[in-house]
Every structure is written in C-alpha cells, then in structure tokens.
C-alpha cells in the first residue's frame, strides 16, 4: 500500500501519491456503532404529569369567548350548556360570524387527552382555528403536592 521497492537514486525516498483509506474506515465503523447504539436511547417514551404553565399572563380580551368542557363531557358556552351538534351555530352567533376571533378553551382536570383533542377537532370544523388553552397560573404551590 504505499511501498516503493525502486532503487532510491540520489538517496531520498519517493513520494507515494495513494492515499491511505484504512484509518478512515476505521473511524467511520466506530461511528457508526456510536450511533447505533445512541440512536435508540434518544426515542424513549416515559410517562409524565405535564407541569403547569408559567408563561406570561397574557391581556385578556374585552369580551372573551370560553368554551368548557365538563367534567362529564358536555360542552358549556359561557355560563350556557350547548350540544356538540349545535357548536357551530352557536359559536357562529357569538363571534357574529367572526372566525378570525380567538377562542378559550377551558377543560376539567379529570377530562382525558382524547376527549380535549375531539373538542379541538369540532372547532376546527367549525372553522375556529385560533384556540388557547386556558390554565391556572404557576403560583410555586403546585409542586408542593401531587396533581389531581
């Protein structure tokens, strides 16, 4: 690989022009069973309790619209139960036809993900795309106990 058994002329040795590829290989092997071995550690899925949020208080508009999902998982407009079937219409009603109008969605703390991510869908079909998620602000005693 690199041997030159010429006789050297005046004494020097001549210079081999192949390039040597054996380290480089080596080193790619090495990493390439780094990353097979890290590869999977980096896409494990571990249950948590989501914290809760401690983003800014944002400036509450001047006549909000909320949207609550029950603990039972009814569906209240304001102060007023509505019937799913019946969202769009009286979402349309009190926007005034306003899509572009942001809607608040508050749920019950014992309402699974699932049924969170359905109300969601039903607004989006109703043609509400901008939705915030109502929470309770970070007031330090929500790590002194355990979440519901």
Known sequence: MGVSLKDPQDGDLAEVSDINVTPFIDVILVLLIIFMVAAPLSTVDVAVDLPVSNAAVQPRPEKPVFLTVK??????????????????????????????????????????????????????????????????????QAAAGPAR
């Open 71 to 140: 603990p039972d998982l009814t569906l209240a407009l304001g102060n007023d139960d509505v019937p799913r079937e019946a969202l769009q219409a009286r979402l349309d009603a009190e926007t005034r036809g306003d899509r572009e109008q942001r809607i608040f969605l508050r749920a019950d703390g014992a309402v699974a993900y699932r049924e969170l991510m359905a109300v969601m869908n039903l607004l989006r079909q109703a043609g509400y795309l901008k939705i915030a998620l109502v929470g309770l602000e970070d007031t330090g």
